[in-house]
């Protein structure tokens, strides 16, 4: 087996001659100088390269560390760079790590150290690229376009990975934006289905009279204005995975007619004297809390329960751990490809406002607010201004704030998984009020 290629960019020879052997998972490049560093970077397309700052012709200084990072970053933003500052140089390597550095050590070297620094470093561009595979779908594997690294959402993913073989009705709850039809599609297409089409729907988005229509399709002239005859999103969706958006606006009269095709797997279209059979998986999703709908009449009890043979929850943007952060960089670097090539990254108080923002809007929120912000940045690097976010003010209030908001989120998230989803139930295990708990779901944006 070939081992990775580590750079380290050292213009001290007798530590060069040392470090060459130092590290035998490891095949070592050694560079004395910039124009070396550049080169091994084009020839061996390292994923970890460590950098000393002091390199020639300014040894003393930083400024050929820095053009060299910079240089390395552009031409391979996904190479993770640790640089070295010299004592009393802490400064440095803060300001190093602002304009995209990965991490940094202490001269004098400490092989041991460092290399648990480089092992990391190669760990974690393996997740990244990892996720970089599953977001591009690539071999079919995993769910097509989801990033993430929290546990909340691998446990999704999981999930769904394990019911997509099932032809069970999944029914996917949560926020607007949180990727509820890129989740539909990663089902479709883990599913024996997949070679069918996948067909969404949104049932809010379309007036409720014609709604019918393009669920149901109609015969040439079933109406005014009725043509030709069509089909409807139903049938198109045979042999595949129908993706009913919004099930919660489908009004109560339609309710019926789409019951009875779950119950009979059978459709009329508008107009038509046929029965037409249709095979086809149904995952549909929703922002609304059906069951208090189901509860107050405004969604039939029998649909539901044929729709949401699995329930799943997906989390808030707020709630996964550590993904804002993963997404942003995800998006920068994407947008950044297309809109403004000279941004390189995020700015350390962009990188903190993203992960104070609870994120109402979720992805779809940070997408935009990304996008904007790479085509608005005026340097390298994309600001919390540029975001139009704030940046966090005094650390301590906001830590203390954030761990209380963090605590609640999690044992009400625990108390509505317990309870299934039942408002009473958990608020009970939660030894609160049900209009307290309400007031709680409301303030930190949760659905039940
Ligand atoms: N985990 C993720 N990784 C990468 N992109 C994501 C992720 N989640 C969502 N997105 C992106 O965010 C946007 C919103 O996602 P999507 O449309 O699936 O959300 P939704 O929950 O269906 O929203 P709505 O209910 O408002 O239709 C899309 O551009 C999607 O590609």
Known sequence: MTRPVLLMVEDDAG????????YEDYEVVIAADRAAAIDAVRLHEPVVVTLDLGLPPDPDGTTEGFATLHAIRAMAPATKVIVASGH?????ARAAIADGAWDFYQKPIDIDALGLIVARAFHVHALEAENRRLAAGA???G???LLYASPEMAAVARTLERVAPADVSVMLLGASGTGKELL???LHNASPRARGRFVAINCAAIPET????????????????????????????????LFLDEIGDVPLALQVKLLRFLQERVIERIGGRRSIAVDTRIVCATHQDVDAMVADGRFREDLYYR?????????ALGDRTGDAGLLARHFVA???????????GLAADARAAVEAWRWPGNVRELENRVKRAVIMADGKLVTAADLDLATPADPADLNLRAAREGADRRAIGRALARADGNISGAARLLGISRPTLYDLLKAYDLSP
Do not use: D, M
């Open 15 to 22: 530590l060069a001659r040392q470090l060459r052997w130092a």
């Open 88 to 92: 009393g140089a802490r400064a440095s």
């Open 139 to 141: 071999g079919g594997a």
């Open 143 to 145: 769910f097509g376009g």
């Open 184 to 186: 539909a599609r990663g």
């Open 210 to 241: 014609l709604l019918e229509s393009e669920l149901f399709g109609h015969e040439k002239g079933a109406f005014t204005g009725a043509v030709k005859t069509t089909e409807g999103k139903i049938e198109q969706a045979a042999g595949g995975t």
């Open 307 to 315: 729709l949401a043979e699995i329930v799943v929850r997906i989390p």
């Open 334 to 344: 994407r947008y950044a490809a297309t809109l403004n090539p000279a941004v390189t």
